[in-house]
């Protein structure tokens, strides 16, 4: 054990230690990680301690799978194309958050998710205040599996950092309780893991694991895996092992809005916040009114979205399509009905940026940023 563990981190190892149920070890071994500063002298422990603890998770499930079934999910009806939930600690400005993004009095439910629709520059995101999340042992927090399985679902996880509070705990804090739902924030690890039939375990590119073969065969044998294939494509580390070879991870981008930047005070906790993580951010006051399209544009950006708007008619529709960025007219057509793709004749496709300002386009046209598409079809 590294000498130079803070007190608290060493009485979860020791609460692990004497724990004589796996929810108890897993608890004390989440606790532990959560605690336990991360450096180089303390790598090795924290390599130590989560395989441990996804092994130990591994076990827990198919002891559960054997005698329950699974926790009732609650689920979020989506009613814009992007739904974007918000985790924050106890009093971190979510539903004032909530309210002042949608422009709208929502009432405070506490219990259930708060939902209303936040219109960026004519296009519409569903924004989810769910319950605050108070601790990382999400089987501590009401209904936490159902709230976690809201996120699971999610197109974009916000995390609201009150920057009146300490910034490094509310960040481990969600970021462990993610962790502990089986999210896995940001990248998909560069690793392909495939079950098989026969054969034993093959790996690959060993170079590049954070573990030795011998301790990767364990962890996977944990997870009842005896034949698969294991490819390191680039370095990894042990977080990126245990998301690839546990399916029941959901991989999620997220952003961080970092609430009360009005208050006095305020400019070293953003400074902190910038050091501890590389998930994208942004700074806001609802009580001022600084930072809302901010928010949009970040949402936006993250997700990689365009936003396209089609025309008929009537003239142009007053709410924009979202589409992923490579979308095709095809993509447009198909939204507005399968009769678009069937009956299409070509599309007209208006374009600030481009010489020519109106295109003819065939179904497989790419899309931009701001378009405006008018589709005809054979009547
Ligand atoms: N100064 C300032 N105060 C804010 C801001 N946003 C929220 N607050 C205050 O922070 C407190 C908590 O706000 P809420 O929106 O209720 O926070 P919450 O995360 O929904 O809280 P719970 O759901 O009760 O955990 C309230 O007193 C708000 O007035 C802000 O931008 N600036
Ligand atoms: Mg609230």
Redesign the pocket.
Known sequence: MPANLPTEAQLALEEYEKATTLQAKISALQKFIALCPKHKGTEKILKWAKTQLAKLRAQLERRRKATTSAPPAFSVKKEADIQVVLL?V????????LRWLCDSEIP?K?IFPNVGIFNYHGAEFQIV?L??IFTSDIDKIPNGRALFGIARNADLIAF?IDLTQDVEWQYNLLINACENARIAIGRRPPITFKKTSSGGINIFGIQYSPLPKKEIEELLRSHGILNCQLIFHDYCTVDDLIHAIDKKYVFKKAIIIA?????PGTKPSWEKLKQITRIPMVA?????NIGKSKVGELIKRTLDLIFVWTKDDKGIASNAMILKRGAKIIDVAERIHEDFVRFFRFAIVERKTSKVKQIRAGLSFMLEDGDIVRIYIKR
């Open positions: 924050g106890p009093q971190s400005g979510k539903t004032t958050l405070d506490r205040d319950p605050s609201v609430t009360k930047g009005d208050c806001v006051s609802a009580v001022k």
